[in-house]
């Protein structure tokens, strides 16, 4: 099955600073790939996602990257705030409607 | 638009008691996932609904885990004899099978001793 392995498990920024989270997947046929924040205590939250047919998503603060060959893909947070402080998750799917395959976490500190 | 709820938000067993989660999800979504979030690790699922049919189980420990969703609509998530390694939180989640976007309720946090 789906491996999802998330390589950052704790990541400090100084506020204002970009923040990079990158992960790679195994399956070849996932194809839309999410991002879930979670605060402290709290659940997950939708922040992005990016699906196969394209390399590139940004909103406002938040890009996404997607490398299909090496099936890689990293969320980039820049102008970082303090509130952008929480443990972000990321995740494949083969395709709409599809179970998630999360990856471990990675617990983002911004430093005002 | 209201999110997806669960009920009860906290549980505290002795090993060997059973326990019921139930979720409520978002309107209009039919597909419903249940994942466990042991702490300080990412979910990772149980068991998904569409309508009334489960479509993956594979993960779900038969022996001791059950769950319905009857209608299409609510579910349930059973634990009949509880242990010390179920200790995690129960993540609720749905979607329209038209969008690919899961909607995650608050959780339910059982801690059994």
């Known amino acids: 099955g789906e491996k999802v392995e998330q390589h950052e498990s704790t990541l400090s920024v100084r506020e204002g600073d970009s923040a990079v989270i990158n992960c790679t997947y195994t399956d070849t046929a996932s194809s839309y790939f999410p991002w879930y924040k979670q605060e402290a205590g709290k659940s997950l939250h939708f922040v992005i996602d990016i699906r196969s047919n394209v390399d590139r998503k940004q909103s406002q603060r938040l890009i996404v990257l997607l490398d299909k060959k090496a099936k890689r893909f990293s969320l980039h947070i820049t102008a970082t705030q303090p509130e952008d402080s929480a443990i972000y998750f990321c995740a494949a799917s083969r395709n709409m409607g599809y179970k998630l395959t999360f990856g471990t976490g990675t617990s983002l500190l911004v430093d005002p | 638009e209201a999110g997806v709820t669960q009920s009860p938000r906290y549980a505290v067993l002795q090993e060997g008691q059973a326990v019921s989660f139930w979720c409520d999800p978002i309107?209009?979504?039919?597909?419903l996932y249940w994942y466990q979030q042991p702490r300080d690790q990412g979910p990772q699922l149980l068991v998904y609904f569409r309508d009334e049919a489960v479509i993956d189980n594979s993960q779900l420990p038969s022996d001791r885990f059950s769950a319905v969703r009857p209608k299409g609509t609510n579910s349930t998530l059973k634990i009949q004899s509880a242990k010390q390694g179920d200790t995690a939180t129960y993540l609720c989640?749905?979607?329209?099978?038209?969008?690919?976007?899961?909607?995650f309720g608050p959780g339910t946090r059982l801690l059994v001793l």
């Open positions: 309107s209009g979504h039919d597909t």
């Open positions: 989640a749905s979607s329209w099978t038209g969008k690919d976007t899961q909607y």
